[in-house]
């Protein structure tokens, strides 16, 4: 979550779920509203024509016609990452604005089930992923890896990664096809220049924790990240500064390479001949948007979503679907449609079997979408 620059009133929202999910370096109280109101005129804008082609799909939910939407589970506020095991069960971790001690992961094993507490010992886990019979864990500082469950615990955890408390929130976690884990590291700050050798990065490392590798640099909140099916391409939603007023651009999609530095806080889309050089991104979302979860689609949820990237906006309320297109050197991106319903997105998932599940960080609700 984010704080909203350019507003009159700054909501001290967590980073960490919408902000490159940096949830310490800032709350949430209840400024939060005013400023989603200030700020209603910027962040509304991207899906006008998708908005008036909305229909109900279910559980209070709208979107393009052809989707189906149900609620899955409640009771679980501040959902932050969504996973599905072996078994077909989803996963689901909580993070608060502060680390009281209260977060969380959670197991559902039915539709409507009452949510099973398995892990409480964990501080703002931003990140889930299943790999056999292992449930890989980002949290504030790094990365866990629990083995051996039970159906009621965990039989060992390891921390695999971990970072120095200066270098930043870390946030999502993807796999790679070359086997690694890829996490995605906030700056601590919302426009110095890191001092941490892996704050404001996205980094990978082998599944046991060893191999530590800096992917690409100098990215204010690297949050959700997703590969895109059968390819190498790493697909990330990035946060921007929250202190350039009227030079603010919209939060990014970006397809992040090997070596690459987007050039924070120097840098944000500009185009200037000192940042002619750093990457441009894929899709540009709505503006303070606090972009967090993104997964990517591929035909499961029919022709109405299509092919593309299905990112979370933390402030206006949405999930963004945004149509991919492959062009030289990478990909094209617009904003085709939103599903609309939420209070607070965060995480999104595509299940092995073609259903979206989308955590409603504010609500607890957790939804389950069909094509």
Not at 36 to 44: A, D, F, G, K, Q
Not at 105 to 125: E, F, N, R, W
Request: proline share 5%.
């Amino acid at each position: 979550m984010r704080a909203l620059g350019g507003c009159s009133a700054r909501a001290q929202v967590p980073t960490a779920t919408l902000d490159g999910m940096s949830l310490r370096v800032r709350r949430v109280p209840a400024l939060l509203v005013v400023t989603i109101v200030c700020c209603s005129m910027l962040v509304r804008t991207t899906d006008a024509n998708a908005a008036s082609s909305s229909v109900s799909i279910g559980a209070g939910l709208h979107g393009p016609s052809g989707l189906s939407a149900t609620m899955y589970a409640k009771g679980l506020k501040h959902a932050s990452a969504l996973a599905t095991d072996p078994q077909g069960r989803v996963w689901v971790a909580t993070a608060a604005a502060t680390d009281a001690g209260k977060d969380a992961i959670y197991m559902l094993g039915s539709p409507g089930a009452t949510p099973q507490k398995v892990l409480t010992d964990v501080h703002t886990p931003l990140g889930l992923l299943w790999l056999g019979d292992t449930l890989y864990v980002s949290e504030h500082d790094g990365v866990l890896a629990l083995r051996g469950f039970d159906g009621t615990t965990f039989a060992s955890r390891t921390t695999i990664v971990s970072f120095p408390t200066a270098t930043g929130e870390v946030n999502g976690i993807a796999r790679g096809s070359d086997g690694r884990l890829y996490v995605g590291i906030s700056a601590k700050c919302d426009a110095c220049t890191p001092s941490d050798t892996y704050s404001a990065s996205v980094v990978s490392f082998r599944t046991d924790g060893s191999d530590l590798q800096i992917v690409a640099r100098d990215i204010r909140a690297p949050v959700g990240l997703a590969f895109f099916p059968g390819t190498d391409d790493l697909f990330v939603t990035m946060n921007q500064r929250d202190d350039l007023g009227r030079k603010t651009p919209g939060d990014w999609l970006s397809l992040v390479q090997q070596g690459q530095s987007w050039g924070f806080p120097s840098c944000y889309g500009q185009d200037t001949a000192k940042c002619a050089s750093t990457p441009r991104p894929v899709a540009v979302l709505d503006r303070h948007a606090a972009v967090s979860g993104v997964a990517m689609a591929t035909g499961q949820l029919g022709s109405s979503v299509g092919t593309g990237a299905i990112v979370a906006e933390w402030v206006t309320g949405k999930v963004q679907l945004v149509r991919l297109t492959r062009s030289d050197p990478g990909y094209t991106g617009k904003v085709a449609t939103s599903l609309t319903g939420f209070a607070n997105p965060v995480p999104v998932l595509l299940d092995p079997h073609g259903a979206l599940f989308v955590g409603d960080w504010t609500t607890g609700r957790i939804y389950r979408i069909t094509g």
